[in-house]
């Protein structure tokens, strides 16, 4: 099993608030997402977190959780396409917002701050420069000094 799978098998779902469905869907898409078996079959699971854990650029409760399931994602020896689109879930919730509570993106942005060197890393061994420039984006915002570092290690 994988390290992500361990992370969804971790979390009392049924204790989950989400914007559609119940916490357990949400359980279930993040399961579909991370043994998705191609870059197409995933690009159509993405419409399952969209609307449940964030939309447009609001995010909602269950977002925390699912930081923590992408970073799994990003650290688990899964293939590059699948980290590239756990990187673009945790870049679009950090990009998002929230009315209510007002300090969730706050807590986001401290949550992925966790992964920081986990993302450095990523970013310092891609030769992939759209999953490289996603990167820097998170750690722009997460942590603006170590994105600076990992810009000047890759030039």
Known sequence: MSLSELV???????EVEVLSGSGHDLAGSLRRFVRAGSPDELSGLWFELEG????????????LLVLDVMLAV???RSPEWLR??????????????????SSLRQKCIAQARAGTWLLAAQACGTGNMSYREALLEVLEQIDPEVSRIVTAASS
Not at 8 to 14: A, M, N, Q, R
Not at 54 to 63: H, P, V
């Open 8 to 14: 969804i098998d971790s979390i009392t779902w049924d």
């Open 52 to 63: 449940v854990a964030f939309a447009q650029e609001t995010i909602y409760g269950s977002a």
């Open 74 to 76: 990003v650290a688990d």
């Open 84 to 101: 590239m689109w756990a990187v673009e879930v945790i870049r679009f919730i950090l990009n998002g917002d929230s009315e209510a509570p």
